[in-house]
Nanobody, 124 residues
């Protein structure tokens, strides 16, 4: 079992920045692949970014490339999502997720554990 708790969401103006954190407990954190997803009202949950257990090969959705950075600190059992140049269309509930597979996957169904989500609202 892996328990995930997100934090760092909030209200920010367009062009601003936020840093999301996801603290993990339970199963050895360093052995799982981590991902960030988001879900806006009336839309399906979508992949934002993912990172392998070693911290290498970060993978981003096209909407996140160049603006968001995913990283992890296995010593702190924490994964981060640094979000810059935020846009109103980034408004959503952001979830972190853990996958027992070794590769990043963009499919929500491939992830075994989920956090409760944190709201990010970007005003225009």
């Amino acid at each position: 079992q892996v328990q995930l708790v997100e934090s760092g969401g909030g209200l920010v103006q367009a062009g601003g920045s936020l840093r999301l954190s996801c603290a993990a407990s339970g199963r050895t954190f360093s052995s799982v692949t981590m991902g960030w997803f988001r879900q806006a009202p009336g839309k399906e949950r979508e992949f934002v970014a993912g990172i392998s257990w070693s911290g290498g090969s970060p993978n981003y959705a096209n909407s996140a490339k160049g603006r968001f950075t995913i990283s992890r600190d296995n010593a702190k059992n924490t994964v981060y999502l640094e979000m810059n140049s935020l846009k109103p269309e980034d408004t959503a509930v952001y979830y972190c997720a853990a996958r027992l597979g070794v590769k990043v996957s963009k499919g929500p169904a491939e992830y075994n554990y989920w956090g409760q989500g944190t709201q990010v609202t970007v005003s225009s």
